[in-house]
């Protein structure tokens, strides 16, 4: 999609560069160095405070433009009884959240947030913005939940996946896009949150900015 306003993913992820180009998204990456803080425990309001953070820290980082900015940040969690699981830090903990994992339904969290601000020497109306320069950065910040369902995983699975190495930098510790889709059972919601972006309800949200 060839469009005049500059977009920016305020993230690393290859899979969520991989769900804006299959919608036909051009951007470019930058990732903020912003440390995440949160008020809650709840994973809703979790990941929709971190996109927030990493949205307006890129907004920020990139100073003053011409050019109207869209800037997407997103944060995703796995969520078991209640209880957030991140991105394991080491293959013992990433063998201990497949086993809790094992054999039950759990939720995935992606928390979205894009602000647009109008170039230079515009400006634009909106009552989900705040003024920045004169100008009013519009602001959309939402999550999606979708509710995967894994077959019993015996101690054999989990060491050949583990094996992989494709837990370590994934929420839950495991990618539905990869091999692990062998002991997923099923799925209830959007499929693409699970990988990393509610790539259609990001693009419904932001398609009037995208002149």
């Not at 170039?119 to 999606?144: K, P, Q, V, Y």
Request: charged residues 30%.
């Amino acid at each position: 999609m060839k469009s005049e306003t500059r977009i920016i993913l305020a993230s690393a992820s290859p899979r969520r560069r991989e769900l804006l180009e299959q919608i036909g998204i051009g951007f470019e990456v930058m990732v903020s160095d912003v440390e995440e803080k949160v008020s809650s425990s709840e994973p809703a309001q979790v990941v929709e405070e971190l996109s927030a953070q990493k949205a307006f820290a890129v907004l920020e980082a990139m100073g003053e433009s011409r050019e109207d900015v869209l800037v997407i940040g997103a944060d995703t969690v796995v969520a078991l009884e209640g209880q957030i699981l991140g991105k394991p830090q080491s293959l013992e903990e990433a063998e201990e959240m497949l086993r809790r994992l094992s054999g039950k339904t759990h939720g995935v969290y992606t928390g979205v947030t894009a602000l647009y601000r109008p170039g230079s020497g515009r400006e634009t109306e909106a009552s989900d913005g705040c003024a920045e320069g004169g100008r009013r950065i519009r602001r959309r910040t939402f999550h999606e939940k979708t509710e995967v369902t894994f077959f019993s995983l015996t101690a054999e699975e989990i060491a050949f996946y583990l094996s992989s190495g494709d837990c370590m930098d994934k929420a839950g510790a495991y990618g539905i896009q990869g091999i692990f889709a062998r002991y997923v059972e099923r799925i209830a919601g959007d499929y693409n949150n699970v990988v990393g972006l509610p790539a259609g309800r990001l693009y419904q949200e932001v398609k009037e900015w995208l002149r």
